[in-house]
């Protein structure tokens, strides 16, 4: 079993299973967009071919074996043996899926807020566009952001879209459960996005009182599993019958009587896609496999997490910076962000260049620029992100 202060020396314990994106080598702090991906999915990758050419055809029945691995992995994330998992591509065909079953003739509004990622503000923005009444709350701050969401839902509203985790400044948004109590009230569903909370901030479908939720997340970002590997958790009673479907997702009724009515599966199977290219699932079941053989739970990887960026902000703190160039915002405490440092500048778009041909990968939103640890990165080598940063701040004054 890993303990968290073996992923703090160096070498850091982890690395050596990352050999093939050399992490030990390099300075890599976009990982809440891009952690690298273990030695481990290679091996599934490869396996996803080499069952394709022994199996052709037939190769399907293990494909949804591997699918299977993805949904339980998903699940040990979610703490949820309640709803089922639709699988996906990327979670804009999710969320396409899941606004397409909404009932907007009869309740025309959704409430989101401002700070959601691109997935959702664009495809919200492009149904304003046609006559959709879209409400965004202002996501700051993220601590009440719950109660003020829950003020703008009423009984024509057909389902708010929220993050648990905001995209641009990792601030964690609580009290979940109540925004879905009051939806229930309302007659409108709701829609968590988890991306930037699975596998770094814990999370319990059942202790947040998310029951009756929709979730969609996906594994590019904190769960290492690359592209092509996204879901959307279903409420077990859920009638909707989504407008955008794929042929899977009458799999379950295929040997029924046609009628004039388009048939759909069960639960999480109304939002099941067509075909696809399972070679994701080979990979991430293969991580999902490595995390559990190593006990890296979501409980150990917090805890590696705050630690890291508990270190980073206090060698940002003791550069002593020109709070016109950068800033953190010290008045949200560490213990309520998730899984990267959020600095303020607006030359962010320049330092994060400037760091990047020095060889320290980052990455920004706006005028923020994103610090982003993970689990396989010594703490030596985030110190050593943070005297380049000096170094740039140095050559900018």
Same mark, same amino acid.
């Given at each position: 079993m890993i303990k968290p202060d073996e992923l703090y020396g160096t070498p850091n314990r982890l690395a050596s299973h990352y050999s093939e994106f050399r992490v030990a080598d390099r300075l890599l702090l976009t990982g809440h967009s891009h952690q690298a991906w273990p030695d481990r999915g290679f091996e599934g990758q490869q396996q996803a071919w080499r069952d394709a050419a022994e199996y052709v @055809?037939?190769?399907? @029945? $293990?494909?949804?074996?591997?699918?299977? $691995?993805?949904?339980?992995?998903?699940? $040990? *994330?979610l703490g949820d043996d309640g709803g089922g998992l639709a699988l996906g591509q990327n979670t804009h065909e999710l969320v396409v899926r899941f606004l397409s079953g909404l009932p907007l003739e009869d309740h025309p509004r959704l409430v989101t807020t401002d700070g959601e990622f691109h997935t959702i503000r664009r495809q919200l923005d492009r149904l304003a566009e046609e006559g959709v009444e879209v409400i965004k709350v202002p996501s700051l701050p993220a601590g009440t952001l719950a109660e003020r969401v829950i003020q703008s839902v009423n009984d024509r509203t057909a389902a708010a879209l929220v993050s648990s985790v905001l995209f641009h400044n990792a601030q964690i948004v609580p009290n979940l459960g109540a925004l879905s109590t009051a939806c229930g009230q309302a007659g409108a569903e709701l829609l968590v996005d988890a991306y930037?909370? *699975?596998?770094?901030?814990?999370?319990?479908?059942?202790?947040?009182? *998310?029951?009756?939720?929709?979730?969609?997340?996906g594994g590019y970002k904190y769960c290492q599993l690359g592209e092509g590997n996204c879901f959307l958790r279903v409420p077990p009673d859920t009638k909707m019958r989504p407008v955008v479907t794929g042929w899977f997702a009458e799999f379950a009724t295929l040997s029924d009587a046609a009628d004039s009515k388009v048939r759909y599966g069960a639960g999480h199977e109304r939002f099941a896609g067509a075909t696809y290219d399972p070679t994701s699932h080979y990979r991430a079941a293969a991580v999902f496999g490595f995390f559990e053989e190593l006990n890296l739970t979501p409980a150990l990887l917090r805890e590696v997490s705050r630690h890291q960026i508990e270190l980073l902000a206090r060698s940002f703190d003791a550069l002593d910076a020109d709070p016109q160039i950068i800033t953190r915002d010290r008045s949200v405490d560490l213990d309520a962000i998730g899984g990267f440092l959020a600095l303020h500048s607006k030359r962010a778009e320049e330092i994060s260049r400037l760091l990047r041909e020095r060889g320290l990968a980052t990455d920004y939103r706006g005028d923020i620029l994103r610090f982003g640890p993970a689990p396989y990165l010594s703490d030596s080598q985030l110190s050593g992100a943070m005297d380049i940063l000096k170094e740039v701040l140095q050559a900018i004054s």
């Open positions: @055809d037939e190769k399907w @029945d $293990r494909a949804f074996e591997a699918a299977e $691995r993805v949904r339980r992995g998903y699940r $040990r *994330l930037h909370a *699975l596998n770094v901030v814990p999370f319990s479908v059942e202790q947040q009182g *998310l029951g009756g939720a929709f979730i969609v997340g």
